[in-house]
């Protein structure tokens, strides 16, 4: 028995690990993947404070080197179900194991979305990433494009310069949504272009990716444009398939909390891009993870 059980091992699953251990609770993490989740497969991290400039593959161990320092106990395992009312909380997962704990803190995060064209998936990790920092040295002096128009959509766009001849950013909108900041450094970057109110329709290729057929949002006129890469960048996609059908879900599947990460079942609570929140960073994640330990660690008082 567990006292919490931190489910995913991203930066709000590892602050939560190290407020809830320094409260001398028994902690478990449950991650299907790599420490640090999101922050993996981030080149630069530029807006953590502390570090002016941190690779995330660093930044993870680092922070995972912090929670197991206190004690927190790391459980490599994917989630298969869960039964979260009553004072034990249960965890299933693949293989048959169950863990159980008195609090348990979703923090699974999420995973990047498709944009569900022919090709996609016929093409993928053949011309198709959804990682420029994962697979941008593939494409050394070719042509990609970035479809998108966010901060990441940005941020990896600047970045595939590092090593395409090219970049062409395609947005279904006439202007970015990125930061101020980011959206300087695309239109400073003389190797990148970009083409406005534009969809892309398919992903052409053979063995590989040969181009994209295009489509207008405002005309509905078709085109294709020869291409090497395709990297996308849409948002995201919550991992709360374990969750499907609980009461703690909105309707576009995050979860929902108040200002104390909990949930409306006593005693589950939830931090980082899980929850139904206005910004996704690694600061608000383990300032997220901070608090829901905190908050677990107040309901377990009162348990006793």
Same mark, same amino acid.
């Given at each position: ?6 489910? #995913?091992? #991203? ?26 989740? &999101? $922050?993996?497969?981030?080149? @630069? +991290? ?6 002016? @400039?941190?690779?995330?593959? @660093? ?8 929670? $197991? !320092? ?9 989630? &298969?179900? +869960? ?6 909380? !249960? ?7 169950? +863990? ?11 995973? /990047? ?13 053949? #011309? ?16 990609? +494009?970035?479809?998108? #128009? ?24 006439? &202007?970015?949504?990125?930061? /101020? ?56 996609? /919550? ?11 909105? &309707? ?8 104390? $990460? ?15 929140? /206005? ?14 330990? $905190? ?10």
């Amino acid at each position: 028995m567990y006292d919490v059980v931190i489910l #995913g091992g #991203g930066p709000s699953g590892l602050a939560a690990g190290v407020y809830a251990a320094r409260s001398n609770l028994r902690t478990v993490i449950v991650e299907r993947g790599l420490p640090g989740g &999101q $922050m993996q497969n981030t080149l @630069e +991290v530029e807006n953590y404070p502390g570090f002016l @400039e941190i690779i995330g593959p @660093e930044l993870s161990e680092k922070m995972h080197q912090h929670a $197991m !320092h206190f004690g927190v106990e790391w459980k490599q395992g994917e989630i &298969q179900g +869960v039964a979260l009312d009553g004072p034990e909380k !249960h965890v299933e997962l693949v293989g048959g194991e169950t +863990v159980v704990g008195k609090a348990v803190i979703i923090a699974t995060g999420a995973q /990047p979305r498709y944009l569900g064209v022919p090709g996609e998936k016929e093409f993928a990790g053949r #011309g198709v990433s959804y990682c420029a920092t994962c697979d941008g040295a593939f494409f050394r002096n070719k042509k990609v +494009v970035v479809v998108g #128009g966010g901060d990441s959509a940005a941020e990896e766009g600047n970045f595939l310069t590092k090593f395409a001849a090219s970049v062409t950013i395609i947005h279904r909108r006439e &202007q970015l949504r990125a930061q /101020p900041i980011l959206q300087d450094r695309v239109f400073n970057n003389e190797k990148i272009d970009f083409i406005w109110n534009t969809e892309v329709g398919e992903i052409l290729g053979e063995s590989g990716v040969t181009g994209v057929k295009l489509v207008n949002t405002e005309t509905g006129a078709e085109s294709t444009l020869d291409t090497d890469g395709v990297f996308i960048y849409v948002g995201f996609l /919550p991992n709360t398939q374990y969750l499907q059908g609980s009461s703690i879900l909105n &309707q576009e599947g995050y979860v929902t909390t108040d200002g104390a $990460m909990a949930t409306s079942i006593p005693g589950i609570f939830a931090a980082g891009d899980i929850r139904d929140t /206005p910004l996704r960073q690694i600061i608000t994640a383990t300032s997220d993870g901070a608090v829901a330990a $905190m908050s677990a660690y107040h309901y377990i008082e009162t348990l006793d």
